[in-house]
């Protein structure tokens, strides 16, 4: 190798530093331009080819990141971040497996090396392997105890192991050691929804909290959009989950259906993983704008320049929310439909769709929002057909079959409990649990290990893994009555069961995440499927399960009831979403015409 004149060693430097300055402002296109200079004189040049390599992860080209990082350690095989770094890069490309063996052997040269074992942490938890990675946060945390991002990611992987209090205390870790991390107190707001302890009033309180950080901005802003009541309205939606989610199936509906002669539709489309559903509703909206590589700041001009009149929140506190670009008001008109439907306490979110069961009269003064009902607080859609109900399962089986196909995060140690009692008075039911962590033997070990504890044998637990929507449904043929979870109540999932003819027993609480099953059973006429208390409800679900020939007419003719509601018609309940909007729209041209008289 030859080596460059002190001038040519000098230009080298000098584009070095400018590589890494560029870099170093996110223009990694135009630091790549810099590296390939240098690495044209200096073809061996391996701190060029590292941070080259870092170049390539943070544009997505985690391949030419893979071979670069592997030139690297073909010359330092114990360069612990760069192999760290790869690691990172094939986690990203799924190829989990090569990804482990890098992080182990960094871990065998440092054991102690926080950011492998938080990384590898990150991997596991994507892998529903939660208590393996709470296990690598907590050797993380030794080494790096005041890393705030540790702490929020060992707080989510506390969260997917069923133990809400213990993730509320990471998260609020966290957030003592850097106070101005939105998204961490939004993912805390969220997991506080499962503390049994809570009340609307304290959760409200915290999301008010959240929401007085943006205090202030809107003084002295003005919107100019045209104050006229009967005119065709530009409605915008804001969603990272415009594809196959549970979440989407509760609006679906609405955007299929909307009249257009009336309204025109845009959506804000922060999806990152597109599929058909996305296509499907694309195709059915006037104006769809890809945004999850746009800044809050790009997004919030993109809205103002659409002249939008209503601006819809579809995410709420859940993961990838835009509720920071909703604080600068870009809409005159903004509301939180539909998501994780428990307000925002963001003063700019003007009003919030509910029902008189989620959010009681008497509650609504704790929120931030104005409340505005809709026949239920959800609707139900399905993007295709799906199966019929079969006959009640118990007629020929001899036993009732109960199920709860609500994500594992809700089947808290009180929930198993209370099931347990149910199967105790009826020795020959049965259980079946069915979410996507369960098809882990970590995940499926606890469960059946505190249904033992109850005097509850594993062969009377049947556990499935998620598996196709198809498959979804078809596990409703197997399920006499469907068990709601507490204190966070099931959504679309309820939705689901009562289509399928599986009524659903329930015991809403004190807060509005406990009711949402609830106000579904109301506006179905179910309301004899709701609990009292805890008591009552096992009591309840007991005496559903003694009365075979009730439950079986039920099952013949509860679809026909849910399709004849408001909610279980996608025309009628888009006609109440739009009957809201207009309403909503006059009520602030009214404000608006006085101001000017």
Not at 309 to 314: A, E, N, Q, R
Not at 343 to 367: C, E, N, V
Not at 396 to 403: A, C, Q
């Amino acid at each position: 190798m030859s080596f460059p004149t002190r001038k040519a060693a000098d230009h080298i430097t000098a584009l070095f530093m400018q590589a890494n300055a560029l870099a170093a402002r996110a223009q990694y296109r135009e630091a790549l331009k810099s590296y390939d200079k240098i690495l044209a004189k200096v073809p061996g040049h391996l701190d060029v080819i590292n941070n080259r390599a870092n170049c390539f992860s943070a544009l997505g080209q985690y391949e030419h990141a893979i071979t670069s990082y592997g030139t690297i350690l073909a010359a330092r095989p114990n360069d612990i971040r760069a192999r760290t770094n790869r690691a990172s890069a094939l986690k990203q490309l799924r190829r989990f497996d090569e990804a482990l063996l890098d992080y182990d052997r960094v871990l065998k040269i440092d054991p102690n090396y926080s950011d492998a074992l938080y990384n590898r942490g990150n991997m596991l938890a994507d892998l529903g392997r939660p208590k393996e990675a709470v296990e690598s946060y907590r050797r993380a945390l030794v080494c790096n105890p005041d890393d705030p991002a540790i702490h929020a990611a060992l707080a989510s992987a506390l969260f997917d192991l069923r133990l809400p209090r213990e993730a509320v205390e990471s998260y609020r870790r966290a957030l003592e050691i850097k106070p101005d991390e939105l998204n961490v107190h939004s993912d805390l707001i969220f997991a506080l929804n499962f503390v049994p302890e809570m009340t609307d009033e304290s959760l409200q309180a915290e999301r008010a909290a959240w929401g007085s950080r943006f205090d202030g901005l809107l003084k002295g802003f003005k919107h100019t959009n045209e104050p006229r009541p009967d005119r065709r309205l530009r409605v915008g939606y804001v969603s990272a989950h415009l594809r196959r989610q549970a979440a989407t199936y509760s609006f679906g509906a609405v955007l299929l259906h909307h009249d257009t002669k009336k309204f025109e539709i845009t959506c804000y489309s922060d999806t990152a993983q597109e599929d058909d559903v996305t296509h499907l509703l694309r195709s059915h909206v006037g104006n769809w704008r890809r945004t999850s590589h746009l800044s809050n700041d790009e997004l919030l001009s993109v809205i103002r320049a659409d002249g939008i009149d209503i601006l819809v929140d579809l995410v709420g506190h859940m993961k990838h929310h835009r509720l920071s670009v909703f604080a600068h008001k870009p809409a005159p008109v903004q509301i939180s439909a539909w998501g994780e439907p428990t307000g925002t306490g963001l003063k700019a979110m003007d009003y919030i769709f509910s029902d008189p069961i989620l959010i009681p009269p008497a509650k609504r003064a704790l929120l931030t929002e104005k409340v505005a009902d809709l026949p239920n607080y959800i609707g139900f859609w399905s993007p295709e057909p799906v199966p019929e109900a079969n006959p009640l399962p118990a007629l020929t089986r001899g036993h009732v079959t109960f199920g709860s196909f609500n994500r594992l995060s809700k089947v808290l140690p009180t929930v198993l409990q209370c099931w347990a009692a149910i199967l105790r008075a009826l020795p020959k039911s049965r259980l079946v649990l069915k979410d996507r962590l369960l098809d882990s033997a970590s995940q499926q070990a606890p469960i059946l290990s505190a249904l033992a504890d109850e005097r509850i044998a594993p062969n009377r637990v049947t556990i499935l893994d998620q598996g196709t929507r198809a498959g979804h449904f078809a596990a409703y043929h197997d399920i006499d009555i469907a068990l709601d979870p507490f204190p966070h109540s099931g959504g679309m999932t309820t939705l689901d069961a009562l289509w399928m003819g599986v009524p659903v027993v329930t015991c809403p609480g004190p807060t509005i995440a406990s009711r949402p099953t609830a106000a579904c059973l109301t506006a179905a006429g179910l309301n004899d499927y709701i609990a009292s208390d805890f008591g009552n409800y096992v009591e309840l679900s007991v005496a559903k399960a003694h009365d075979l020939v009730a439950l079986a007419e039920l099952r013949k003719t509860l679809r026909n009831r849910i399709e004849n509601t408001d909610f279980g018609d996608p025309a009628r309940y888009t006609r109440a979403v739009e009957a809201q909007y207009r309403s909503i729209w006059q009520q602030w041209c009214e404000k608006q015409n006085r101001a000017v008289s």
